[in-house]
C-alpha cells in the first residue's frame, strides 16, 4: 500500500499554468500505475488522466486533453501533473491515485490508494 502527498495546488488566474506532485512512500512505485482525479464543489470525483506503471500508456479526460500533463519519474517516487492554459472549470480538489498494476483504468473504484488532495482554484 502507498502513501500519497500531494502538493502543488494553490490560487491561480485564468491562462496560468499550475505543477502539482505526488510523492510517494511505503511500496515499490515503479509498481503502480498512478492517476490525478478531480472533485469540484459539489461534483463527483472524476478521472483527470493516468498512467501505467511504465509510463508508456496515458489517458487524459476530454476536458484536459491538450492543456495537461501527466508523468511518472520512478527513480524519484513521483507523479506530477503539469496543468497549462488553466480555466475557472478546473477549479477542484486534485487527488493523486495509484493501483498495483500495469494497466491504467477510468474507473474511480479500481484504483486503490489515495492521497489527501490539494486545493487547485482558477479566478477568471
Known amino acids: 500500500q502507498l502513501q500519497l502527498l500531494e502538493s502543488g495546488g494553490g490560487l491561480v488566474q485564468a491562462g496560468d499554468s499550475l505543477r502539482l506532485s505526488c510523492a510517494a512512500s511505503g511500496g515499490t512505485f515503479s509498481d503502480y500505475s498512478m492517476a490525478w482525479f478531480r472533485q469540484g464543489p459539489g461534483q463527483e470525483r472524476t478521472l483527470v488522466a493516468a498512467?501505467?506503471?511504465?509510463?508508456?500508456?496515458?489517458y487524459y479526460g476530454d476536458s484536459v486533453r491538450g492543456r495537461f500533463i501527466i508523468s511518472k519519474d520512478n527513480d524519484k517516487n513521483s507523479l506530477y501533473l503539469q496543468m497549462n492554459k488553466l480555466e475557472p472549470g478546473d477549479t477542484a480538489i486534485y487527488y493523486c491515485?495509484?493501483?498495483?498494476?500495469?494497466?491504467?483504468?477510468?474507473?474511480?473504484?479500481?484504483?486503490?490508494?489515495w492521497g489527501q488532495g490539494t486545493q487547485v482554484t482558477v479566478s477568471s
Open positions: 498512467i501505467n506503471r511504465g509510463g508508456v500508456t496515458q
Open positions: 491515485a495509484a493501483r498495483d498494476s500495469r494497466y491504467i483504468s477510468v474507473s474511480l473504484s479500481a484504483w486503490d490508494d
